[in-house]
């Protein structure tokens, strides 16, 4: 698609609905009420039938946004082996480490809804060192990625019996 062919209301348009996927609230809830007020102990603890706690669930999708976003901007980037997206399985999260991994979620998915808003941002035209994507697949991606496993994260909540927050 040549972005070029696309006026300047429907470029805000299609950023608007971007950061609206990116940031949730439309067909699923907000990153931030699903990790709020996770006990520590749930974090850390792997139910029945699952490999991975929610803690390792919150850092598997901080290392992926990552990996997706430094793909985009550095084109010398090289993705880690996929075991690498993944905590160790016997590792446990900290309060600081439950913290961290929030945080660091939630910087990495402002730097992508900061890309989408950037009048600059072109959407369209072939990542220079990846011919076959686009910042607009990746941000896709990013979209897809985290809304799956958000979805997981609530299952988990239900799971472990932790009760949500009010403001659900």
């Known amino acids: ?20 996927l990116l940031d949730g609230g439309n067909a699923h809830m907000t990153f931030d009420l699903i990790v709020a ?24 999708m901080v290392r ?5 976003l430094n793909f985009v901007k550095d084109p010398d980037y090289v993705s880690p082996p996929y075991e690498e997206f ?21 910087s990495g998915l402002d730097e992508a809804i900061s890309l989408a808003r950037a009048p600059h941002t072109d959407f369209f035209s072939p990542l220079p060192h990846a011919p076959a994507y686009t910042v607009f697949r990746e941000l896709l991606l990013i979209a897809d990625h985290n809304a799956y496993h958000l979805g997981e994260l609530i299952t988990l909540r ?9 403001k659900w």
């Open 64 to 68: 992926a946004q990552r990996d997706i």
């Open 86 to 106: 993944w905590p160790d399985r016997e590792e446990l999260a900290t309060a600081e480490k439950w913290q961290r991994s929030a945080s660091e979620f939630r």
């Open 158 to 166: 239900q799971l472990l019996k932790v009760p949500p927050p009010e």
């Open 37 to 60: 007020e996770m006990p520590l102990g749930a974090a850390n603890t792997r139910p029945p039938h699952f490999n991975y706690t929610p803690w390792h669930l919150l850092e598997h």
């Open 1 to 20: 698609m040549d972005e070029a062919r696309i006026g300047k209301s429907e470029k805000k348009v299609l950023r608007e609905q971007l950061v609206a």
